[in-house]
């Protein structure tokens, strides 16, 4: 044999590094693949920010237009006014919990396999006289 020449057979330390290869560019190609899921979404975020804010100062227009035409137009006094505010504050506040309670109900039966029958309705129902 001559000495210059190599055999063809391929040794097992090039084919490890041809895998190692092969697995450092599949991670490259990963972590490119993140990189761009994690642009969009922060770009989306500051998108949803700058929603917020605009709805924010919307509503704090609409609030003060409501106020005035309340006071200035229907002659309602400012303590009516609190008081009605207050009072839907707390309406509010009740109807939120309960589609918070309703949520979580559904999500604890949600992933049983028979779904519960409708409770028959009492003719004094209290929920029937607040809603």
């Not at 005035?68 to 506040?93: D, F, N, P």
């Amino acid at each position: 044999m001559a000495k210059g020449k190599r055999s063809k057979k391929s040794r097992p330390a090039d084919e490890k590094r041809k895998g190692s290869l092969k697995e450092i560019l599949s991670l490259y190609a990963k972590i490119a693949e993140l990189k761009k899921e994690v642009a969009k979404t922060t770009g989306t975020g500051t998108h949803a920010e700058e929603r917020l804010t605009d709805l924010e100062a919307h509503v704090n227009l609409l609030t003060r237009f409501l106020t005035t035409l309340c006071i200035e137009k229907l002659g309602m006094r400012v303590g009516t006014l609190r008081s009605i505010i207050r009072r839907v504050e707390k309406e509010a506040l009740r109807d939120s919990q309960i589609m918070e309670l309703e949520f979580l109900y559904k999500l604890s039966h949600g992933s049983s396999r028979k779904t519960p029958s409708a409770p028959a309705k009492a003719r004094d129902d209290p929920w029937e006289q607040i809603s």
